[in-house]
């Protein structure tokens, strides 16, 4: 399958400063990328859905300020958490999209101190 | 809206112990749907797409097939190393060009020696 690379795997980081997680489609072009969120044990939970040149969609109840998404090409979509708190502690994953099949990052281990 | 829903939530098989995975869905256009395997902090593992009724794909142990109205994941001969949440996916036409994806909660499948 194709290989979507994210990054870092884990951070940690202080309450009040912001982090970018990185998403990266390594062998295809993704004209749709999909940010995730998963709790422990529970399945994934879309936050927001972006094509490349686009303004990201949110679902609902997803401050757009607060994760901000770049799409800015083919092969690289940004989720960044703004202002981070401790209730931002999660599991992100992003996904990739050219055609059909989506494929997913490692996902990102959010952990805010 | 459309609706995913796996079943067992949670499937405990003795090493061997050949066993099914359900996905029932209710979508308006469906355009695929796809299983994955994830494992404890990761990002899922693009396993099959089935496209269309009476579908059939392999790949090692497991094989998935499609009706117009649920997906199975058969497991035949599992080993240990199968132990994983297994997700099923679909994705419809949402409307205007784009394409939804919709997650069930997923099987946690553990395969015990």
């Known amino acids: 399958g194709a290989v979507v690379s994210q990054h870092p795997s884990r951070v940690i980081c202080k309450s009040g400063t912001s982090v970018k997680i990185e998403c990266r489609s390594l062998?295809?072009?993704?004209?749709?990328m999909f940010w995730y969120r998963q709790f422990p044990k529970q399945s994934l939970m879309l936050m927001a859905t972006?094509?490349?040149?686009?303004?990201?969609?949110?679902e609902q109840g997803v401050e757009k300020d607060k994760f901000l998404i770049n799409h800015a090409s083919l092969t690289l979509s940004t989720l960044t958490v703004t202002s981070a708190h401790p209730e931002d502690s999660s599991f992100y994953i992003c996904?990739?999209?050219?055609?059909?099949?989506?494929?997913f990052g490692q996902g990102t281990r959010l952990t805010v101190v | 809206e459309d609706q995913v829903t796996q079943s067992p939530e949670a499937l405990r098989l003795q090493e061997g112990e050949s066993s099914s995975l359900n996905c029932s869905y209710t979508?308006?256009?469906?355009?695929?749907l796809f299983w994955y395997r994830q494992d404890p902090g990761k990002g899922p593992e693009f396993l099959f797409t089935?496209?269309?009724a009476g579908e059939e794909k392999e790949k090692e142990r497991l094989k998935a097939t499609l009706t117009k109205k649920e997906s199975f994941l058969h497991i035949t001969a599992p080993k240990p190393e199968d132990s994983a949440t297994y997700l099923c996916?679909?994705?419809?036409?949402?409307?205007?060009?784009?394409?939804?994806?919709?997650f069930g909660k997923g099987t946690k499948l553990s395969v015990i020696p």
């Open positions: 089935l496209y269309s």
């Open positions: 996904s990739a999209s050219g055609h059909v099949e989506a494929f």
């Open positions: 972006s094509n490349e040149g686009s303004k990201a969609t949110y």
């Open positions: 979508v308006s256009g469906l355009r695929g």
């Open positions: 996916a679909v994705q419809a036409y949402s409307g205007a060009g784009s394409y939804q994806l919709t």
């Open positions: 062998d295809f072009q993704a004209t749709t």
